[in-house]
């Protein structure tokens, strides 16, 4: 899949290519050799086919001019002490690269192609540095050069990524959105293999995770706080009048979402932990929402769709695309005269698993997925007296007592980004002691009798209300005793 370009980067490279080199005053210091002159002179400057016609002839010439020989070193190595010399070379080598097809095979053929280069990505810590800018795209280019068969693996490859990545992900957590941009197609052109990908997400504290705060930044949702995923306050309207939320851009957006995609393909391997550690399918549901144009609604849909279809991420993750209003979203999307025929074969596809889940289900069912993911909000069954009747002994003794044991759980935390969670946890422990007061003791032995009494003086008004009815039915029931 073909990217333009990012403008700085681009901008960058032209202004290194049109800037001059004292060449003959490199030679003279010993920073280049005349034999290398005389290779960078023959391709500088020139038309492509004859600067492909000139590599192709004496293409061990330029294996030597960029990885060095026996006899002589790189002049990678020789220049060391000449930024614009290595910006100029690095520059070459990236046109080189995109202009002459047999030369990246040829450059992986020699024993260590990577080592003049790898060191240059520690250049410098400064961001905007260009020599590991520079060096990063020449690397992009010809990881992703090789990458043309996948079923070959190439070890070289496979050493050389981690500290690509670590480089990448380094621009991915500046706030400059342009070097964002520069690392995420880099990415993209890099996650072409399983190995890859495999490789990626076993650095995704530093791959993944900047990724996904630049999602939920474009999701109105900070990083610590996810109370709007939950809401879906926001709308398409505010989004597409106002811009995306965290000043994140369309390009931006769309090249995030490229990615996260091309990392989905290993759904059964990132699934389960991709929701477990950033709630995903909220992020994606609220993006949904927000989706301003059919190629991230496409990418959007497409991506759930190979998080939820592997067999072993459905138990645990379709109760949650419920939970979190999947469904629904889904349902208004097929309201909307959308064209693109991939977008609304994964639509239907996706609508139709999701569809015969929930026919599957029962209102017990669905309050413990529920509660099981964490975000309790004020669904149907939390205000029906019959579910509670019918239900609050099965709640309290079923999967030897894992939803009180969870409903803890989640009333020991401060939930201070979404204070509704904790009142409707403490009306839970209402209904379940009004239903079956002779669990209270199990109830208590966990620590929910206390807690509850805690939040009596949270700041949150409907959380007093919420814990105040709780506490009261336990009393009653003490009194009665």
């Known amino acids: 899949m073909s990217l333009e370009p990012p403008t700085y980067l681009n901008s960058l490279q032209n202004n290194i290519r049109a800037r001059p080199i004292p060449w003959e005053g490199a030679v003279r210091a010993g920073f280049i050799s005349d034999n290398?002159?005389?290779?960078?002179?023959?391709?500088?400057?020139?038309?492509?086919?004859?600067?492909?016609?000139?590599?192709?002839?004496?293409?061990?010439?330029?294996?030597?001019?960029?990885?060095?020989?026996?006899?002589?070193?790189?002049?990678?190595?020789?220049?060391?002490?000449?930024?614009?010399?290595?910006?100029?070379?690095?520059?070459?080598?990236?046109?080189?690269?995109?202009?002459v097809p047999s030369l990246a095979p040829a450059l992986f053929k020699h024993p260590s192609p990577f080592k003049p280069f790898l060191p240059l990505l520690s250049h410098s810590t400064n961001p905007e540095d260009p020599i590991p800018l520079l060096t990063s795209s020449f690397l992009a280019n010809l990881v992703s050069a090789a990458q043309t068969d996948p079923s070959k693996p190439n070890p070289q490859i496979n050493e050389a990524l981690p500290q690509l990545y670590t480089y990448l992900s380094s621009l991915t957590k500046s706030q400059d959105s342009g070097l964002q941009d520069i690392a995420v197609q880099e990415y993209s052109a890099l996650l072409r293999t399983k190995k890859a990908r495999e490789l990626f997400w076993k650095q995704r504290q530093d791959t993944v995770s900047p990724l996904i705060d630049i999602l939920r930044a474009a999701a109105g949702a900070g990083r610590d706080s996810d109370s709007t995923l939950w809401s879906g306050g926001a709308s398409i309207r505010s989004a597409t009048e106002a811009g995306l939320g965290g000043g994140v851009g369309l390009q931006l957006l769309y090249h995030v979402l490229l990615t996260i995609w091309q990392l989905s393909f290993e759904g059964s391997l990132i699934g389960k932990d991709l929701e477990n550690e950033h709630e995903i399918l909220a992020l994606y549901t609220q993006l949904l929402r927000l989706s301003p144009k059919e190629k991230t609604t496409r990418l959007l849909l497409s991506t759930l769709l190979n998080l939820l279809t592997p067999p072993p991420n459905r138990p645990h993750l379709l109760p949650i695309a419920t939970t979190v209003r999947l469904p629904a979203i889904l349902s208004n999307l097929r309201t909307r005269h959308l064209t693109d025929p991939d977008l609304l074969e994964d639509l239907s596809t996706l609508s139709t698993l999701l569809s015969e889940y929930t026919s599957s289900q029962t209102t017990f069912d669905e309050y413990a997925s529920e509660v099981l993911s964490s975000r309790l909000r004020w669904s149907p069954p939390h205000r029906d007296a019959n579910f509670w009747r019918e239900n609050a002994r099965r709640i309290l003794d079923d999967s030897q007592g894992e939803l009180p044991i969870k409903l803890m759980e989640i009333l020991g935390q401060k939930w201070e980004d979404d204070k509704q969670v904790l009142a409707v946890a403490c009306n839970d422990v209402a209904w379940?002691?009004?239903?079956?007061?002779?669990?209270?003791?199990?109830?208590?032995?966990?620590?929910?009798?206390?807690?509850?009494?805690?939040?009596?003086?949270?700041?949150?008004?409907?959380?007093?209300?919420?814990?105040?009815?709780?506490?009261?039915?336990?009393?009653?029931?003490?009194f009665e005793d």
């Open 36 to 99: 290398n002159l005389k290779r960078i002179k023959a391709v500088d400057k020139v038309r492509k086919d004859q600067r492909r016609q000139t590599v192709e002839k004496d293409t061990s010439a330029y294996l030597s001019l960029l990885l060095g020989a026996d006899d002589e070193k790189s002049v990678l190595e020789s220049a060391a002490k000449r930024p614009d010399v290595i910006q100029y070379i690095l520059v070459l080598a990236s046109d080189l690269i995109n202009d």
């Open 432 to 478: 379940l002691v009004k239903e079956a007061p002779e669990k209270r003791g199990a109830l208590e032995k966990l620590g929910v009798k206390a807690r509850v009494m805690e939040l009596m003086a949270d700041e949150n008004e409907g959380v007093r209300w919420e814990s105040l009815r709780a506490v009261g039915e336990w009393l009653r029931y003490s």
